[in-house]
């Protein structure tokens, strides 16, 4: 997999090409759309929707977009923020990793999340946050799975929905660590 790094900001438009991958991805969600409740229609998501969706991103500092590219094709995303909005939260957060529905279960999600974690720690970042819509348990699953804990409950901040916040430590990088068990 093939992790490729594209700053979000607002004077920056996506480029047509990778506007329509990252549509069909969203599209290929339509499970996770119709939880999210971030497209009006979880059956009709249109390219200019999501353009939408990554200009209000864009509108915080220190947003990165993720592509994650296996077979040269766009497998997956992951919208980072290097700094949450409240001053008190030290962390950096993942904001949405999202993985094309037909390669589910194939490694990528996992693979997505190891490079942003690797990322973070390389800039001596020591723990990352994420939230998960109380009404999404596979998603809960899944970042468990991977280590991540539970520590509040409480609403996002954008729509107000139900949501776990989760948190994981990040291992400093060094010889004596390993990726393997």
């Not at 949405?96 to 990528?108: F, I, N, S």
């Not at 946050?129 to 520590?151: C, H, S």
């Amino acid at each position: 997999m093939i992790l490729e790094s594209l700053p979000l900001t607002p004077d920056h438009d996506i480029p047509g090409p990778l506007l329509t991958e990252l549509t069909a991805l969203h599209v290929s969600n339509r499970e996770f759309n119709a939880l999210s409740g971030d497209f009006p229609d979880p059956d009709d998501i249109r390219p200019e929707q999501v353009a939408e969706a990554l200009a209000e991103e864009a509108a915080h500092p220190g947003v990165e977009l993720l592509l994650a590219r296996g077979a040269g094709r766009l497998a997956g995303f992951a919208i980072t923020l290097a700094h949450h909005p409240d001053p008190a939260d030290p962390d950096p957060w993942i904001g949405l990793l999202l993985v094309d529905a037909r390669e589910h279960g194939k490694g990528y999600g996992r693979a997505l999340a190891a490079g942003v974690e690797e990322r973070f720690r390389a800039t001596g970042r020591t723990g990352v946050r994420l939230a998960v819509l109380d009404n999404n348990p596979k998603g809960l699953a899944f970042w468990t799975a991977l280590g991540y804990e539970v520590i509040d409950h409480r609403e996002d901040r954008r729509l107000g929905r139900p949501c776990a916040v989760l948190r994981k430590a990040l291992d400093s990088p060094g010889p004596d660590r390993t990726d393997n068990p």
